[in-house]
């Protein structure tokens, strides 16, 4: 069964409001969790990586103050997609790695 | 140059039959390889690690070639559920960051 979920699946808002996205490990406690966005036929990005108890560390390129995350417990990461605008709307997967990562289900954001 | 390159195919072929693709990575440190599983708007799946001296799980092999920085995977007597997004990962080994591909299409068809 699934190991890693995310909440919502499918999500469509208006330009300008902010979405929030929750990430939890079901059966493991995760210190770290990935937050990765998909756009249509490409690679998995990297966006960041949540750390329980402290800062994310984002990759180059990504805006920290756009893209909020909270690592506040060892089961839950959440990702905040402020102000948002149609060039966000993407497939955003969380993962988090006990022995191998697994995958939450993934989110698709639409920005209208 | 992207860290990880896949030919994005599409690979059309008939139910049986064998296919076979590769994917290069460009960082000589890389540590650990994993071919991932993507089926339409779902997350990717593990397949299987390759180890460097190649391995098998069932129908499926994957070689790995240090020297030409390249990874393969093939999959044998195809079934039209194997039909997806082969995903080629690449981790080095002082982290935890996954470098993905953007993936090789299967279709097998009936």
């Known amino acids: 069964g699934a190991v890693v979920s995310q909440h919502p699946s499918r999500v469509i808002c208006k330009s300008g409001t902010s979405v929030k996205i929750e990430c939890r490990s079901l059966?493991?406690?995760?210190?770290?969790m990935f937050w990765y966005r998909q756009f249509p036929k490409q690679s998995l990005m990297l966006m960041a990586t949540?750390?329980?108890?402290?800062?994310?560390?984002?990759e180059q390129g990504v805006e920290k103050d756009k893209f909020l995350i909270n690592h506040a417990s060892l089961t839950l990461s959440t990702l905040t997609v402020t102000s948002a605008h149609p060039e966000d709307s993407s497939f955003y997967i969380c993962?988090?790695?006990?022995?191998?990562?697994?995958f939450g289900p993934g989110t698709r954001l639409t920005v209208l | 140059r992207k860290e990880v390159e896949q030919d994005p195919g599409p690979f059309n072929v008939p139910e049986g039959a064998t296919v076979a693709f590769n994917c290069t990575y460009s960082?000589?440190?890389?540590?650990?390889f994993f071919w991932y599983r993507q089926d339409c708007r779902k997350e990717p799946k593990l397949l299987m690690s390759?180890?460097?001296s190649g391995n098998e799980d069932g129908r499926f092999t994957a070689q790995l070639n240090r020297a030409s920085q390249y990874i393969s995977l093939l999959i044998r007597d195809s079934k039209l559920s194997d039909s997806a997004t082969y995903l080629c990962?690449?981790?080095?080994?002082?982290?935890?960051?996954?470098?993905f591909g953007a993936g090789t299409t299967v279709t097998v068809r009936a």
């Open positions: 993962s988090a790695k006990e022995h191998e990562q697994f």
């Open positions: 059966d493991f406690q995760a210190t770290t």
């Open positions: 390759v180890y460097s």
């Open positions: 949540s750390n329980e108890g402290s800062k994310a560390t984002y």
């Open positions: 990962v690449v981790k080095c080994s002082n982290d935890y960051k996954l470098s």
């Open positions: 960082n000589s440190a890389s540590q650990s």
